[in-house]
């Protein structure tokens, strides 16, 4: 028992000797099995670590935490409010959960399958985009940088924090009081992250398990109200003819389900930090869709809970507080405390997108399209993602200061909804590109296949979550603009990723006589391995094309031929082009 709870709460304690993986990372062999699976990926994607710089630090209870951390933070809390207002249907609203449900599900066996065929790739999106679409070159790896670092800031969960963390004190804050709260808050929680990957997931690991207990007692709580053992006079009051009224908007009906969505984000959080993880695949498929399962049990239960003690028009105008309200109504105006315990709940999903989201900015530096790859792929001075953490924490404080706190939470919602759906609904396509290049390659099909019905149900969510935001609400909408604001910035955001790619690798090197080609870099200081995209003159295109393979390794027959690079710290990646094979399999990493 003692030992389960260790490694509970204390994670897998396993750092990476810096030398040790500086050495292992700085060839590569003909063939590259992780794990002793086999790794086939195209060369323009990110380069393969062989050993993890960051160190293996995420078990089974991190991949379950991970995951049950994003997902329980604020949505279950505080959304329940505007999904009735946009359904106008108590029986609805809780079938809306459930549909949440199937909808992550089906969007799981998605990543299930991308992390079967690339089990020593963290990044979740970023590298399964990059293996799915290789042509035309850089093409998706641009893009979803601009995407990824556009939208780094969770400046909604925050701001949520803080609300809870004043509601808990009897405080009425002001707005700047509030945005005050927000980003010291934050800060706190992102230097935990910055200073070590080992304790930040202990701590979140724990705050998980108070996040499961907090649900736990609001169900139960329910049940009791349910029975008649509280202070509620008519519990079941909400749920006589429950699905009367049900709106037949479709733009509200549309809203209801980013909402949900948002509030089940973090089904695949653990596919951000693959890499970290020892023997990868096997772990994944047995803890991921388990954590699911809980958070869709807990939320479901919640939901009734809610709706068993408060009435329905206040939960329809409870805003982010809806669970307040709960607390309030069961246990009146004295529970005013209570309300810390979603505060806590906040704060542990902050800690875990921070750790989830900042594998994706390092994967998007390690392809070489951000400026300074090595620069983001470090992970100097303490073995954590030290600059993508940095960015991550400066965009949160500036979004949290420079939007109208009113509206905020609402439209980053929905905004960041807009460019994820065509993502998502890319990587389904792109699972039937990968299994066509594969047969065709004449290489192995993945270990797992997500089912036809799951891919198609998959992309025709994300259609549907594309074309009706267009249709006009009934009643303006949940924010004070134009109700599809969140659907044209998200649609200008992607023709700029179009236009920055179209000048950068097309019109720019025609105009001055240039080609791009990868070139892949180890640093002496940590063993990280990016590419840099090199601007090779055309008259030496040739010549480098015979000296480097389509990843950017320098080949040479043997290990003899590293080479310095023309930048500090850094030298080139050998090919090994002899018959030996690299395996660093579980217990070399331990």
């Known amino acids: 028992m003692a030992a389960r709870l260790k490694q509970l709460f204390f994670a897998s304690d396993s750092d990476t000797d810096l030398p040790d993986a500086k050495e292992k990372n700085v060839q590569i062999g003909e063939h590259v099995y992780v794990d002793g699976v086999a790794v086939y990926q195209d060369g323009n994607g990110a380069p393969v670590e062989q050993v993890s710089p960051l160190g293996y630090h995420v078990g089974w209870a991190g991949i379950l935490f991970l995951n049950i951390s994003q997902m329980i933070g604020t949505g279950v809390f505080s959304t329940p409010g505007s999904i009735l207002r946009a359904l106008d249907s108590v029986g609805l609203s809780i079938l809306y959960w459930v549909i949440g449900a199937i909808i992550a599900a089906a969007a799981l066996t998605v990543y299930l399958e991308y992390a ?58 002001g707005e700047w009081a509030n945005k005050g709260l927000a980003i010291s808050s934050y800060t706190f929680l992102a230097i935990l992250c910055l200073l070590s990957t080992r304790w930040s997931l202990r701590l979140m690991n724990l705050i998980s398990v108070v996040k499961l207990i907090i649900l736990l007692f609001i169900i139960f709580t329910g049940f009791a109200v349910l029975g008649g053992g509280t202070r509620v006079k008519d519990p079941r009051a909400n749920f006589r003819n429950s699905f009367d009224g049900v709106t037949k908007n479709g733009n509200g009906i549309v809203n209801a389900l980013v909402n949900i969505n948002f509030a089940y984000t973090g089904y695949a959080n653990a596919f951000n930090v693959v890499a970290e993880i020892k023997n990868p695949f096997p772990t994944l498929k047995r803890v991921a869709p388990i954590s699911l399962a809980i958070v869709a049990v807990l939320y479901i239960l919640a939901n009734v809970a809610y709706f068993a003690a408060v009435p329905a028009e206040e939960i329809r105008e409870s805003g982010e507080l809806a669970a307040a ?18 505060a806590i709940s906040a704060a542990g999903n902050i800690m875990a997108t921070i750790i989830g989201s900042t594998r994706n900015i390092r994967e998007c530096a390690r392809q070489g399209v951000i400026p300074f790859p090595h620069i983001w792929a470090s992970t100097r001075p303490f073995g954590t993602p030290f600059a993508p953490i940095l960015l991550k924490w400066a965009l949160t404080c500036i979004v949290i200061l420079a939007l109208p706190f009113g509206d905020a939470f609402n439209f980053l919602v929905d905004l960041r909804s807009y460019p994820d759906s065509v993502f998502i609904f890319l990587m389904v396509i792109g699972i039937y590109n990968i299994r066509y290049r594969r047969r065709k390659e004449g290489l192995p099909q993945a270990e797992f296949q997500a089912w036809h019905s799951a891919l198609i149900f998959s992309a025709l969510v994300c259609l549907f979550l594309l074309i009706m935001p267009w249709y006009p609400p009934e009643n303006g909408g949940d924010v004070s603009f134009w109700y599809a604001t969140y659907c044209a910035v998200g649609i200008g955001l992607m023709l700029a990723m179009g236009a920055y790619y179209w000048l950068w690798v097309k019109a720019l090197p025609k105009w001055r006589n240039y080609s791009i080609r990868t070139e892949t870099l180890v640093s002496d200081q940590d063993g990280s391995v990016t590419h840099r995209l090199r601007k090779v003159p055309n008259s030496e295109v040739a010549e480098w094309d015979q000296t480097h393979d389509d990843a950017g390794n320098v080949l040479v027959e043997s290990t003899t031929g590293i080479t310095q690079a023309d930048t500090r710290h850094l030298v080139k990646r050998v090919r090994v082009k002899d018959e030996s094979t690299i395996n660093y399999n579980v217990e070399e990493k331990a």
């Open 116 to 173: 079967s065929l690339f089990p020593n790739r963290s990044g979740g999106q970023v590298t399964y985009l990059e293996q799915a679409y290789p042509r035309p070159a850089f093409l998706l790896p641009t893009s979803y940088a601009f995407f990824i670092v556009a939208f780094s800031f969770s400046s909604s969960n925050a701001v949520v924090l803080a609300r809870y963390i004043y509601r808990a004190a009897g405080y009425q804050a």
């Open 325 to 342: 309200l709960f607390f309030e109504a069961v246990f009146g105006k004295g529970a005013k405390g209570l309300p810390a315990l979603i």
